[in-house]
């Protein structure tokens, strides 16, 4: 019995893959969204949001999420609970498997499957992830009212989750291993002017310290000196940067030497025609829910024309 065979598939529920099932959805294409095993994506423990337009108050991730998802609900979006396994790009239509074993076939697939956490990888950093070691302030920064933590990075990402974390924390202190932070001005002068939090520069961590059951302290090392410093704290959050997730497409799309997957100039087309990537798994540069949100745009209208091309 032949398969139906799906017009368009799109790989993720952030505002990337929402925004691609928005307009390809009012285009009457009846794409299929397939969740992931992050729903929502990383808004969905983020705080509040103050530079998305059309919310001058702000508006915190996961309501902005509920409501790119009712959005995308009221063009009759089909979404597939559950997660990719396998896919396979090297013919036409597209198949897709899912972790229930549902088989999907497509003749085009926006992917927009977003990035994780990056972590340092250290042996106690596991030992203690989720025993005082953190990549989420958002989710976890209430079981530290009036601690001592660390932050780990020197991006935006470490001013947001330092500043989120003054909500609770007594102290919060900034670790970072070069003498300047890459943050925006605006995110450096805002945690700078705070009265919680303090830096640490040209440190790297060395050991998270433990006393088997929970966090207790922190070693950095100075990358100038070499010299190694032990520090009393109940937490350490890591907020050094995000991996995208395009894994699963390696050796099948192009991919760069830091695992994004690589689209054409002012187009999201892959390397493979009729596949598309938007948001965090293909931008290396900007890294925003906007943007994101205009890729997914981007993707859309580019899958739409390439079905056309096709008929």
Partial sequence: MERDIRDIVIMGTGPAGYTAAIYSGRANLKPLVIEGSQPGGQLMITSEIENFPGFPEGIFGPELMARMRQQIIRFGVEIAYGSVQDVDLSRT?????????????????????????????????????????????????????????FVVGGGDTAMEEALYLTKFAAEVIIVHRREEFRASKIMSLRAGKNPKISTMLNQVVDEILGDGHKVTGIRLQNVLTGEKTEHQCDGVFMAIGHAPNAELFKGQL????????????????????????????????????ITAAGTGCMAAVDAERFLESIR
Avoid: H
Avoid at 125 to 143: H, I, L, N, P, Q
Avoid at 257 to 275: A, F, H, M, N, R
């Fill in 93 to 149: 239509p597209f198949s897709l498997s899912l972790d229930d074993g549902t088989e999907i076939v497509t003749r085009s697939l926006i992917v927009a499957t977003g990035a994780n956490a990056k972590w340092l990888n250290i042996d106690s950093e596991k030992m203690y992830r989720g025993k005082g070691v953190s990549a989420c302030a958002t989710c976890d920064g209430f079981f530290f009212k009036q601690c001592k933590v």
């Fill in 254 to 289: 192009r991919i760069d030497d830091y695992g994004y997957i690589e689209t054409k100039k002012t187009s999201t087309e892959t390397s493979v025609p009729g596949v598309f990537a938007c948001g965090d798994v293909q931008d290396y540069t900007y890294r925003q829910a």
